[in-house]
T-cell receptor, first 114, second 112 residues
Framework: SQTIHQWPATLVQPVGSPLSLECTVE??????LYWYRQAAGRGLQLLFY??????ISSEVPQNLSASRPQDRQFILSSKKLLLSDSGFYLC?????????????FGPGTRLTVT | GQNIDQPTEMTATEGAIVQINCTYQ??????LFWYQQHAGEAPTFLSY????GLEEKGRFSSFLSRSKGYSYLLLKELQMKDSASYLC?????????????FGGGTRVLVKP
């Protein structure tokens, strides 16, 4: 079966510090991968998606970046965090099932920028 | 682009039924998803509809009408643990990367 891991689960970082969040998927090959952010009490905002190694598409302008160095690894980074980067970061993957692509989420990383 | 609307909040009594509506406008349609999200946790997949009609999974059912741009999630025999946010999401057939667009979510509060 497929599983998705994210770490760390929680993170407190000062403004201006760098960020690296990691997501890995097991049990599947060549998944589509996604990074979302959810601010407190708000909806999901798609930040990046990737359809393959080294292929990154950005959805919104920001001071974050993403990389996919391996098929099942997706990394979200920042060189200098802003207060507004606080939120719940979710990695997701999609797989072709029952004639369509179903999407599943990892457990998330809660980031607080102080 | 896409626009997805769902009510912000609903309250229901334990044991009752609640119906959460979702309407969408999209240039192309390739599936509608429902997720459940408890406070502080990641969303969990509930259902996926790509054809018109009703899909039933235990106490939860999801309905889709593509011609009306409309779906609902039906929760029967409500339990206290069903208190959560329910997210409607739509895939546009023209969207690269099989991306989903999410509605703002409906917070359901189940009272005893």
């Amino acid at each position: 079966s497929q599983t998705i891991h994210q770490w760390p689960a929680t993170l407190v970082q000062p403004v201006g510090s760098p960020l690296s969040l990691e997501c890995t998927v097991e049990g599947t090959s060549n998944p589509n991968l996604y990074w979302y952010r959810q601010a407190a009490g708000r909806g999901l905002q798609l930040l990046f998606y990737s359809v393959g190694i080294g292929q990154i598409s950005s959805e919104v302008p920001q001071n974050l970046s993403a990389s996919r160095p391996q098929d099942r690894q997706f990394i979200l980074s920042s060189k200098k965090l802003l207060l507004s980067d606080s939120g719940f970061y979710l990695c997701a993957w999609s797989v072709l099932l029952r004639g369509g692509y179903e999407q599943y989420f990892g457990p998330g990383t809660r980031l607080t920028v102080t | 682009g896409q626009n997805i609307d769902q009510p912000t909040e609903m309250t229901a009594t334990e044991g009752a039924i609640v119906q959460i509506n979702c309407t969408y406008q999209t240039s192309g349609f390739n599936g509608l998803f429902w997720y459940q999200q408890h406070a502080g946790e990641a969303p969990t997949f509930l259902s996926y509809n790509v054809l018109d009609g009703l899909e039933e999974k235990g106490r939860f059912s999801s309905f889709l009408s593509r011609s009306k741009g409309y779906s609902y999630l039906l929760l029967k025999e409500l339990q206290m643990k069903d208190s959560a946010s329910y997210l409607c999401a739509v895939r546009d057939e023209e969207a690269a990367g099989n991306k989903l667009t999410f509605g703002g979510g409906t917070r359901v509060l189940v009272k005893p």
